[in-house]
Nanobody
Framework: QVQLVESGGGLVQAGGSLRLSCAAS????????MGWFRQAPGKEREFVAR???????YYSNSVKGRFTISRDDAKNTVYLQMNSLKPEDTGVYYC??????????WGQGTQVTVSS
């Protein structure tokens, strides 16, 4: 059974930092894209960042320059370093792992709350 276990969420003041982690297990992963999405209260889930198997990264405009995504393939883990956090970054952050063709997995989500 595939599991994506997220950690690192919490409450932080505006301007602060958090680091999210997501560890994937339960099958052999290869050539996967790993990413993060978030959902604020009353809003749709939105893309935050992704990283390809080759290490190419892509960010939403709202987080570019403040967030950094990275991965450790030996651990099947993806990270999201979040700096200069703003109240509008508040939401539930979801890890996503997908192959180019046949599978797409989601984590259970971790809450990030940024106070002003």
């Amino acid at each position: 059974q595939v599991q994506l276990v997220e950690s690192g969420g919490g409450l932080v003041q505006a301007g602060g930092s958090l680091r999210l982690s997501c560890a994937a297990s339960g099958r052999t992963f290869s050539n996967i894209v790993m990413g993060w999405f978030r959902q604020a209260p009353g809003k749709e889930r939105e893309f935050v960042a992704r990283i390809s198997s080759g290490g190419n990264t892509y960010y939403s405009n709202s987080v570019k320059g403040r967030f950094t995504i990275s991965r450790d393939d030996a651990k099947n883990t993806v990270y999201l370093q979040m700096n200069s956090l703003k109240p509008e970054d508040t939401g539930v952050y979801y890890c996503n792992v997908r192959s180019p063709t046949d599978y797409n997995y989601w984590g259970q989500g971790t809450q990030v709350t940024v106070s002003s």
